[in-house]
């Protein structure tokens, strides 16, 4: 059975090859690599020659992460889509246990390993899915999913072809921050259902890099797709989802604030955490910030001062 592996890659030429001589080191070996250039300035066009004839590359102008993936997709030939970003890697046995679990179980559209994490100093001491055990229940994802941004990784992720051809779906190009949460979130209002294989078959690379460390951008990119799927006539959801999207427009708006705050932005900071002191009456810490956000900028700044010699 042909397996497409969809590489997105932007300027990692290093870790490019370590992730994709992971892919070829599978013993499921009926694989199509199709590499996505997302636009590189460094030396990725050297791995893709050196590579040429393994892998199916296709080069972009800088277009962003799911316009990589997306033409990813679109070349893809294989009857599952796996998707392996290019500072990730696999172990040997990922694809053939990933293809036999999901075979295993054909009413899912979306299926998902666990994820060893590890970075320069090491192996993490928790897993993917134990720092997030709300991926123990794929059935039932959406509030976790927006509450707690507990969402597969996309490197552990595969998915049946023929479910994104016949949805129409595809990652969201306009969303840079929190795209793989958006993507998830489409799936399962096309009907599509995830399986969950509970072992760590996939690597994930923490380093300063991952687009998941910008703390305002995240927060502030949370904040306009929670507005916008709130405000979606007809309303798609269930009362329990729409209280989980409230709750996550809510904290968004509270960690917004807190980056103002922090940055010593303290009106932008006040009209944020009184947003949020407006959406939850029981928000007592946002609105202690608001109120502390009216004092003189001295003697915000000599509490801070206090606090952070404490």
């Known amino acids: 059975m042909l397996i497409s592996v969809v590489v997105p890659s932007y300027n990692y030429a290093a870790l490019l090859r370590e992730a994709l001589h992971s892919v070829f080191a599978q013993t499921h070996k009926d694989l199509q690599v199709i590499v996505v250039d997302d636009g590189s300035t460094d030396d990725t066009y050297k791995v893709l020659d050196e590579l040429a004839g393994r892998i199916h590359p296709i080069r972009l ?109 595809r990652f969201r ?47 502030e990119q949370r904040k306009l797709l929670y507005t916008d799927m709130l405000g979606q006539s007809p309303d798609p959801y269930t009362h329990e989802q729409k209280s989980a999207l409230q709750f996550g427009l809510r904290d968004a708006t509270y960690r917004v604030a807190e980056c103002d705050w922090g940055d010593c932005n303290f009106a932008k900071a006040r009209q944020g955490f009184f947003q949020s002191v407006a959406m939850d009456s029981r928000g007592m810490r946002a609105l202690a910030y608001g109120v502390l956000t009216l004092l003189p900028s001295d003697i915000i700044a000599s509490m801070r001062k206090l606090k952070n010699s404490a």
Do not use: Q
């Open 61 to 169: 102008g800088r277009s962003g992460l799911s316009a990589a993936r997306n033409r990813g997709i679109d070349a893809a030939d294989g009857e599952f889509i796996a998707f392996l970003d290019s500072d990730d890697l696999w172990l040997p046995e990922k694809i053939e246990k990933h293809v036999k679990f999901a075979l295993a179980h054909p009413e899912t559209m979306v299926t998902y390993t666990d994820a060893s994490e590890f970075s320069v100093d090491g192996p993490s001491k928790k897993s993917f899915v134990e720092n997030f055990p709300d991926l123990n229940h794929p059935s039932d994802l959406f509030t976790p999913m927006i509450k707690r941004y507990a969402i597969p990784t996309p490197s552990a992720t595969m998915v049946k072809t023929s479910f994104l051809r016949e949805s129409g779906l």
């Open 173 to 219: 190009e306009s969303v840079f921050y929190a795209e793989d949460l958006v993507f998830c979130h489409d799936v399962m209002l096309a009907g599509g259902r995830f399986g969950y294989l509970p072992e760590k078959l996939t690597m994930r690379r923490i380093h300063a890099a991952n687009m998941s460390g910008n703390h305002r951008r995240r927060f």
